[in-house]
Every structure is written in structure tokens, then in C-alpha cells.
T-cell receptor, first 112, second 116 residues
Framework: DAKTTQPTSMDCAEGRAANLPCNHS???????VYWYRQIHSQGPQYIIH???NNETNEMASLIITEDRKSSTLILPHATLRDTAVYYC?????????????FGTGTRLKVLA | GAVVSQHPSRVICKSGTSVKIECRSL??????MFWYRQFPKKSLMLMAT?????????EQGVEKDKFLINHASLTLSTLTVTSAHPEDSSFYIC????????????FGEGSRLTVL
């Protein structure tokens, strides 16, 4: 089962920041938080990941709370092309093999 | 970024035939590849974990004899849907994990299988 919960859907105005929350209250100390997005009928695209510290790259920023029980993905200036389903994943390990279990994701709609 | 190529992107077959889907990591070696299945408007469901040189590990409820997975090299994994039936119609997506402690997962573009 997925170890994350996310809102089903969100809207964001074009040009504004999109803040997508994710709860992962059962996360273990060595588990990473990954974010992916999927545009209709395509394979998911990697966005960002983190363990404890906040992270930033050319696509987004990831804010992880101090207790690591939740995180927020921030798209600083959303565009129409950012409309997609965003998945937050806690990467777990079973017998040394990492597994990426997808939850239901958040359907982000960027509005013109 | 890393590239994972999946082929074919679309396939239509008759009921009872077998279909093979290939997944290749083009610019990195992947000791582990994952196969997912996705129904319309649903999330990705992990089917199996494919390890190079060893047998795949299947998730609960996924039939091993139905979905044959082979990971013969560090850059290629194949999924064969045997004796396909209409209920096997779905979007199949492979992914490859780049080696390393935090190896992020890169996905292919998916293969849409339609069984008539």
C-alpha cells in the first residue's frame, strides 16, 4: 500500500505558485520522498526528491517538515503545461530492493 | 536526464496471442527495473520488480505465468503478456532505477495494449 496521502485535485492560476501537499506520517528514517508527475497518457516524469533537507532544482522546490511527516512540492510559477497528476512517493525497501508504490496523486489543473 | 525507451508504444492483438513489450535504459545501467500497469484515470499499480540476472519478484495478485518478465542485461527488460485476453488491455509502463543510493526512477513512455 502507498504510504502517502494527497488531495485528489487542485487548481492554480497560471503564473502563480502551486503548492502541492503530501502526508507521509509513517515514513521511516531512511526513506526518501520522491515526486513525479504524469501528463495524460505518458510515462511519469521525475521532478525532485529529498530525505530531510529542503531541495530545489530547475523544476521545483521540495519542503520537508522537520518531523518528516509531510512535505510540499512547490512549482514557483505554474504554466499551463504543468497541468498533470502529481505523485508523492515514499520509497521503501523490502529485503534490500527499493519499491516505488504510487498513491492516488493530486490532479493539478493550471488555469489561464 | 536519463532516458528509458519502451517499445512498442501501442499494440493491438487478438485474444489468445502473446505480446512482448521491451524496456531499455539508453544511457545508464539499470540493475533493477519495475513494471507497472495503469487503468484509465487510475494510479500506477506495481506489477513486479525485475532484477538483472535473477527471477523477477511479483506483487501479490499478479500472475507470474501470465506476465513473464525477463531482465537479461543491464539495459533491457521485457514483459510478455501470454495468452492475452480483453481484460489484459491496459497501459503498461516500465521504469529503471539508476544505480546509486538515491537512484531516482526513470520511466518509459508506456505501452498501450488493446486485446480484441
Amino acid at each position: 500500500d502507498a504510504k502517502t496521502t494527497q488531495p485528489t485535485s487542485m487548481d492554480c492560476a497560471e503564473g502563480r505558485a502551486a503548492n502541492l501537499p503530501c502526508n507521509h506520517s509513517t515514513i521511516s528514517g531512511n526513506e526518501y520522498v520522491y515526486w513525479y508527475r504524469q501528463i495524460h497518457s505518458q510515462g511519469p516524469q521525475y521532478i525532485i526528491h529529498g530525505l530531510k533537507n529542503n531541495e530545489t532544482n530547475e523544476m521545483a522546490s521540495l519542503i520537508i517538515t522537520e518531523d518528516r511527516k509531510s512535505s510540499t512540492l512547490i512549482l514557483p510559477h505554474a504554466t499551463l503545461r504543468d497541468t498533470a497528476v502529481y505523485y508523492c512517493i515514499v520509497r521503501g525497501s523490502t529485503s534490500g530492493t527499493y519499491k516505488y508504490i504510487f498513491g492516488t496523486g493530486t490532479r493539478l489543473k493550471v488555469l489561464a | 536526464g536519463a532516458v528509458v525507451s519502451q517499445h512498442p508504444s501501442r499494440v493491438i492483438c487478438k485474444s489468445g496471442t502473446s505480446v512482448k513489450i521491451e524496456c531499455r535504459s539508453l544511457d545508464f545501467q539499470a540493475t533493477t527495473m519495475f513494471w507497472y500497469r495503469q487503468f484509465p484515470k487510475k494510479s500506477l499499480m506495481l506489477m513486479a520488480t525485475s532484477n538483472e540476472g535473477s527471477k523477477a519478484t511479483y506483487e501479490q495478485g499478479v500472475e507470474k505465468d501470465k506476465f513473464l518478465i525477463n531482465h537479461a542485461s543491464l539495459t533491457l527488460s521485457t514483459l510478455t503478456v501470454t495468452s492475452a485476453h480483453p481484460e489484459d488491455s491496459s497501459f503498461y509502463i516500465c521504469s529503471a532505477r539508476r544505480q546509486g543510493n538515491t537512484g531516482e526512477l526513470f520511466f518509459g513512455e508506456g505501452s498501450r495494449l488493446t486485446v480484441l
